[in-house]
Nanobody, 119 residues
Framework: QVQLVESGGGFVQPGGSRRLSCAAS????????MGWYSEAPGKQRDLVAY???????NYADSLKGRFTISRDNAKNTVYLQMNSLKPEDTAVYYC?????????????WGQGTQVTVSS
């Protein structure tokens, strides 16, 4: 069974920073792309950032320059460094990974971690 476990959410003041982590565990052959999505109250879940196995990245246009995605393949972990946070960044942040297991490439989601930006 594959699990993605996020951590690092919490309360932060505007202008502050937060680092999210998402670790994959369980039995699998390979982790392919990994990404972060955000879901604000009353809104759909949107892509924040995505990173391939080789380290190529893609960001939502509105977040470029403030957020940085990275991964540690040895630890099966993806990170999201969030800087210059704004109240509109308040959301539940979900980790997503494409994992090759049981003979197929499958998508997995973490349980989500809440980030609240407020003074």
């Amino acid at each position: 069974q594959v699990q993605l476990v996020e951590s690092g959410g919490g309360f932060v003041q505007p202008g502050g920073s937060r680092r999210l982590s998402c670790a994959a565990s369980g039995s699998f052959f390979r982790i392919n792309g990994m990404g972060w999505y955000s879901e604000a109250p009353g809104k759909q879940r949107d892509l924040v950032a995505y990173i391939t196995t080789g380290g190529s990245t893609n960001y939502a246009d509105s977040l470029k320059g403030r957020f940085t995605i990275s991964r540690d393949n040895a630890k099966n972990t993806v990170y999201l460094q969030m800087n210059s946070l704004k109240p509109e960044d308040t959301a539940v942040y979900y980790c997503n990974a494409a994992i090759f297991t049981l003979g197929a490439n499958r998508g997995y989601w973490g349980q989500g971690t809440q980030v609240t930006v407020s003074s």
